[in-house]
């Protein structure tokens, strides 16, 4: 039900977009966010929208660097990814939120698709 895409192997400043497809079932009156993993870590939030777009929230590790967006019509969520850090190497992955709200908390997501792997070289 969820597919996320666009991942890489990139440097250090360099850009990504990542993509997430989702059926208009499970995701069109739903927050969605976005999550990550390093190897031998736990599952951190990076991003957080709300069901319209108007709302958004961001770790602090990424906030000014990583811009989440959607588009409602192709049922499409995105992570744009700028000035691109070592340390935001990991596993990406999208989720549906159980409300409409953006939010942080993972144990509200109810819905996880499949990672897109991230590395940053130095």
């Known amino acids: 039900q969820l597919q996320a895409s666009g991942g890489g192997l990139v440097q250090a400043g360099d850009s990504l977009r990542l993509s997430c497809t989702a059926s208009?079932?499970?995701?069109?009156?739903?927050?969605l966010g976005w999550f990550r993993q390093a190897p031998g870590e736990e599952r951190e939030f990076v991003a957080a929208i709300s069901m319209r777009g108007d709302s958004t929230i961001y770790a602090d590790s990424v906030k000014g660097r990583f811009t989440i967006s959607r588009d409602n019509v192709k049922n499409t969520l995105y992570l744009q990814m700028d000035s691109l850090k070592p340390e935001d190497t990991a596993v990406y992955y999208c989720?549906?939120?159980?409300?409409?709200?953006?939010?942080?908390?993972?144990?509200?997501?109810?819905?996880w698709g499949r990672g897109t792997q991230v590395t940053v070289s130095s």
């Open positions: 208009k079932r499970t995701s069109s009156n739903n927050g």
């Open positions: 989720a549906v939120a159980r409300s409409s709200v953006a939010t942080s908390r993972r144990e509200y997501f109810q819905y």
